[in-house]
């Protein structure tokens, strides 16, 4: 006879991590509908993302729609990992811009920041891929480098 799952209580500290992790989902989840508002309604019309190694060689050429994520890269087979599902709770889908496209984009929220500040290799353009929503407008053509690991 199996035993019925026990339950436990989790502690206050466990409770207020959780809800951080879900606010801060929230957030996120707000700011790429935002984003997406901004963009227009070419939502339909794909356009071409360059996936660039630290040397500048191109990887992988990454087909995109205004709406998407960065994260457009992990269907193509690019190692990015994004752990936390593209919630901006870790920073394993650091990306690096070229200096234009980091000017032309929304600057980042506070909790982009502070979770960009855990990743190896920043530099001054570096964004997290899973808060940059794609605009055909704005990113058609554009070069992401992806940083060493």
Not at 3 to 17: F, L
Not at 49 to 64: N, Y
Not at 116 to 131: D, I, V
Request: net charge negative.
């Amino acid at each position: 006879k199996p035993h019925p799952p026990t339950t436990r209580a989790a502690s206050p500290d466990h409770q207020a991590a959780m809800l951080s992790h879900v606010a801060r989902g929230a957030r996120a989840s707000a700011f790429r509908q935002l984003a997406f508002a901004r963009c227009g309604k070419s939502e339909f019309c794909s356009f071409t993302i360059h996936f660039l190694t630290p040397s500048g060689d191109v990887v992988k050429e990454a087909s995109a729609k205004t709406g998407q994520s960065l994260l457009v890269a992990q269907q193509e087979g690019l190692d990015i990992r994004a752990d936390c599902g593209g919630e901006c709770a870790c920073s394993t889908c650091h990306v690096i811009l070229e200096q234009a496209a980091f000017d032309a984009l929304p600057s980042p929220s506070v909790d982009e920041a502070d979770t960009l500040s855990m990743a190896e290799n920043l530099t001054a353009t570096s964004r997290l891929g899973c808060q940059l929503v794609l605009c055909k407008e704005r990113d058609a053509g554009l070069a992401v480098t992806i940083p060493p690991s």
